[in-house]
């Protein structure tokens, strides 16, 4: 297969992997944004509810290029994400990972804590989290904020913990 | 931008290139009030670079400086 076919072809199959994903508790439209000559991004703005009604604003941005992994070929190899789910009432998380920022590594601003001991507001901590898979955040809506998956639970199990594998055989850190 | 929708009936908007940094443009300007240009231009300075830095407007724009690495005097730390 020819090289840039290759690399479309792996581009697509992580933006098919953010839609199935995703696809669990939203509909809404997935943009796919490139930038300079190799930087692609897919971001999704979603409202969603809850069985009890409450709202949320889901935002996701995740960004990628295409690089060769030593036995697959060509792969998409994310370079920054953030995710920012806000209440009704204002901001709840952002967890990030924007090495490009002044904090290299993953972390969660969290909204609404108690005042940290020199007056600044909670959410200015960067919590250490690790990597943060969309899987994982979609789960969390599910299961933690109830929000009513758009698919049957197990099918959208399924789908999350299908992809979740894809991310652990792929990734490098 | 071209919308299509995949085999789920999922609607993708692809953009291109030229449209991508409009939208980074847009958002900046509408973000932090300044250009694209001159948030990368701050960020290459270093302008950035605290703990601080990182307000829910800047890491929104953020998405897009792995385009600029290759352009920066000084690293940016992978992890």
């Known amino acids: ?173 | 931008m071209t919308e299509t929708r995949d085999k789920a009936g999922r609607i993708l908007r692809r953009y291109t290139v030229r449209e991508g940094r409009e939208i980074f443009d847009r958002e900046a300007r509408a973000k932090l009030g300044i250009s694209a240009a001159e948030f990368v231009r701050r960020w290459r300075a270093g302008a950035y670079d605290g703990p601080e830095a990182d307000t829910p407007e800047v890491t929104a724009l953020a998405i897009f400086l792995p385009a600029y690495r290759a352009q920066r005097k000084r690293p940016s730390r992978s992890r």
Request: hydrophobic residues 40%.
């Open chain 1, 1 to 173: 297969m020819p090289r840039e076919s290759a690399q479309a072809e792996a581009a697509e199959r992580f933006r098919r992997a953010f839609n199935d994903s995703t696809g669990c508790v939203t509909a809404e439209p997935v943009q796919i944004i490139p930038h300079g000559r190799r930087l692609r991004a897919l971001r999704l703005e979603a409202e969603l509810h809850s069985r009890r009604r409450r709202r949320f604003r889901l935002e996701l941005a995740q960004a990628f290029t295409i690089r060769e992994h030593p036995t697959h070929g060509p792969k998409a190899h994310t370079v920054s994400y953030r995710y920012m789910l806000d209440a009704e009432n204002g901001p709840m998380l952002r967890y990030e990972w924007t090495p490009d920022l002044g904090i290299a590594w993953p972390h969660l601003h969290v909204y609404g804590g108690p005042a940290l001991p020199d007056g600044k507001p909670f959410d200015r901590l960067h919590l250490p989290t690790g990597r943060v898979t969309v899987e994982r955040l979609v789960w969390l809506l599910i299961e933690g904020f109830e929000v009513a998956p758009l698919k049957p639970l197990a099918e959208s199990k399924r789908i999350l913990a299908s992809n979740e594998r894809l991310f652990e055989h792929f990734k490098t850190w």
